[in-house]
């Protein structure tokens, strides 16, 4: 059966990704800044711990923000715990307060995004962002939003906008208004992130580019990140210095990692819409939020084909969804916001992840379940 990548479902939604030559250059890029900032000794060193008197902080935890700063192309850089939630709670809590009001793309919000929404006491007001129009007559007609708040990954299967279009228009129209973006999922695979395009705030997990658990960044205009970092002034509040170091370093093989790995997404894709393995109807990759694979079979075995690929040696639930420990491939359920849409994957969907696998071992396993079951 011949492949057509242009007719596959949902494919104006997916994000576009790095080969794994232009992430080469992008590691290349990140090692050149980390020479800038750091000489020989110090980035040898673990690093310090504690409230250090001339950043109230440990200085080798500035050093890497710094490095990430130069990196991104913006004023500053903070490292905060809590991961990409803790990222997104911080910048949040710093523009707004209770009672304020923010634009919101109108789809289902990630959980923990609602959850801080809730906590803060943040009024929301919908705009689909895929209209672009929609989006300049709101923020036109509403001045009272303190914040424009964007996901770079994907809330709906259906969702089309492109970020960058979305930053520069809305700085175009209202440059008052401060655009926070959560990069979570996009950083480091992406051509750019929200701050790249125009955006004043980007947040994403360290988790997420290999790095260490916990860790959140935050990257953008040196106002808010100045004023959140006075108020973080407790020393156990602190990203410790050897921990700064280990996200930094593993930061650096996160490029071509996720570009070899979403290679790997359009090859199982491209295998398993040639009819490669019996009893899948068709194969399509989404961001949900990561680029994954969706493959609905012909019968309603989902369940049973998840159980029986734990067995043969894939995982079946995510650690940090592209974090350091996941190394075999995901086949798993597919996530609740496509089961809304379209609820009959819950029975004939699965999501695959290949992670650092390569597509054969992915088909293998796959096809051994499938049969297993059937």
Known sequence: MAYDKSKLKYADSVIPTLTVKEAQQLQFKLVDCMSEHFSGDQFLSMGDLGVAPK??????????????????????????????????????????????????????????TQDTIQMLGIKTKKVNYNDVEAVKRAVTAEDTCKVFYVQHARQ??????????????????????????????????????????????????????????GIGIIVGKSEAINLLQERNYSGGGQIQGYEAMELLRMMTFAPVALATQNE???????????GIIEGIDHAYMVNAQSKVIIVELRQPIAQAVIKVSNQLGAA??????????????????V??????????????GLRINPMKSGSSTVLSILDKAIKSVQ
């Open 55 to 112: 950043y109230k902080k440990p200085e080798q935890t500035k050093r890497v923000e710094r490095t990430l700063a130069t990196f991104f192309g913006v004023e500053d850089a903070s490292l905060v715990r809590g991961a990409g939630t803790g990222a997104i709670r911080t910048i949040l809590s710093t523009l707004m307060s209770a009672g304020d009001q923010m634009f919101i793309h109108d789809a289902p919000v990630y959980t923990t």
């Open 156 to 213: 709906t299967p259906t969702d089309i906008y492109d970020l960058k279009t979305v930053i520069q228009m809305v700085k175009q129209e209202r440059p008052d208004i401060a655009i926070v973006v959560d990069d979570n999922y996009c950083a480091m695979k992406a051509y750019g992130i929200g701050v790249e395009f125009g955006a004043d705030y980007s947040t994403f997990s360290g988790f997420k580019v290999l790095g260490p658990e």
């Open 264 to 274: 790997q997404v359009e090859e199982v894709c491209k295998h398993l819409n040639e």
């Open 316 to 333: 079946t639930h995510p650690v940090g969804a592209e974090s350091k420990y996941e190394i075999i491939p995901m086949i798993y359920r």
């Open 335 to 348: 996530s609740g916001s496509f089961i809304a849409a379209e609820p009959k994957l819950k029975e004939y």
